[in-house]
């Protein structure tokens, strides 16, 4: 729990200090960027899915998403199939924000632990993190 704790405050200070994001708000441009490619409109994301998602209250999302929108990262829109359903996507200046802290995140990522694992260790950690997301998303 310590290091998983100290892990993400570290990703959160380091965050915040180079990309002037919050690990939280990152977390919901990660998600809301996740099929976007280059030549794509970004897709609109339920808010009860972007809630499951995260792993986070719709109360406490509807907070997160409004300072979102204040900030310009993302907007939000009714849902087409479901006119009482609300959606949030991307806009540009959070797909810019999201490109740089993406390539921040990765690098931390990346020099703090991938670098230092074995191609073995790398798939047996993969393996593993894929085991615990199955076991959550079945609690859900």
Do not use: C
């Amino acid at each position: 729990m310590q290091v998983s704790t100290g892990f993400n405050n570290y990703l959160d200070q380091k965050l915040r200090t180079e990309a002037d994001i919050k690990l939280q708000d990152y977390s919901i441009l990660l998600v809301l960027a996740k099929d976007l490619t280059a030549d794509s409109e970004p897709e609109v994301v339920r808010m009860g899915e972007l809630a499951t998602e995260l792993s986070v209250s719709p109360s406490r999302l509807t907070y997160q998403v409004d300072r979102l929108i204040q900030v310009g990262w993302i907007n939000r829109q009714e849902v087409e199939q479901d006119r009482r359903g609300k959606g949030v996507y991307l806009t540009s200046a959070g797909l810019e924000k999201f490109t740089r802290a993406f390539e921040i995140h990765m690098g931390l990522v990346n020099s703090m632990v991938m670098d230092e694992l074995s191609e073995h260790d790398k798939e047996v950690v993969l393996s593993t993190m894929l085991k615990i997301r199955a076991k959550i998303s079945g609690n859900r």
